[in-house]
């Protein structure tokens, strides 16, 4: 029975008395510090976009935040900051976004001049009901440009037109002899003479 116990290892402390391995435990204290780092951060987040807020006079419970904490692939612990905008604050804050979004980040950027290292995206979702007032999609021609940048249609059967030219030019450069080689006769080709069985015409 002892020589068992030695063959197994039970004297001497069995595979599974040693101690559990610390891979979940380096995950967990890995985590952990990232999650003590990006603390700073998202109260730094919460505080700049009360000011904004403030700033602007905007009602504090128009706009929430989500916060989601991320490592980049060059493993720097960083945020992106998701704005919730709720059923009192959408219709009136929808034509204001990108300038309110500016003023966050010049007001974040006087904490933290880097914040655009850490802080990797900012988002917007309006919840609720779509306000009574809002505007219908446009037509799909009204998503092209009125400055006259646009190419009439005229234009485009041109570049149309010289594309296919091109493509035909290569066509036909391709299908070409080799430079040398005797042309093919225009007529319809000999008919070749009957051979006998012995090889006589």
């Known amino acids: 029975m002892s ?8 004297g001497r402390g069995a595979p599974d008395t040693q101690p559990p391995s610390s891979a979940f435990h380096e ?26 807020m403030r700033k602007h006079g905007i009602p504090s419970d128009w706009i929430d935040c989500r916060i989601l904490s991320a ?53 917007w979702q309006f ?15 009204e998503w092209q440009d009125k400055g006259g940048e646009t190419p009439p249609a005229a234009d485009a059967d041109d570049d ?14 391709a299908l070409a002899p080799p430079a040398g080689a005797a042309p093919l006769p225009s007529g319809p080709l000999p008919a070749r003479e009957a051979k006998g069985d012995d090889g006589s015409r």
């Open 71 to 123: 490592v980049t692939r060059a493993d720097n612990v960083g945020m992106h900051v998701h704005f919730i905008v709720g059923d009192k604050g959408q219709g009136r804050l929808i034509a204001y976004v990108q300038a309110f979004q500016q003023s966050f980040w010049e007001e974040i950027e006087k904490f933290d001049p880097r914040a655009r290292d850490w802080l990797l995206s900012l988002a």
């Open 160 to 173: 149309l037109e010289a594309d296919l030219k091109a493509l035909y030019a290569i066509r036909d450069a």
């Open 3 to 10: 020589l068992l116990k030695k063959f197994l290892g039970a």
């Open 127 to 141: 919840d609720g009901p779509a306000s009574q007032a809002r505007q219908p999609m446009p037509k799909p021609g």
């Open 27 to 52: 995950s967990e204290t890995t985590a952990q510090h990232r999650s003590n780092r990006n603390a700073p951060r998202r109260e730094l987040v919460h505080v700049v976009l009360r000011d904004t």
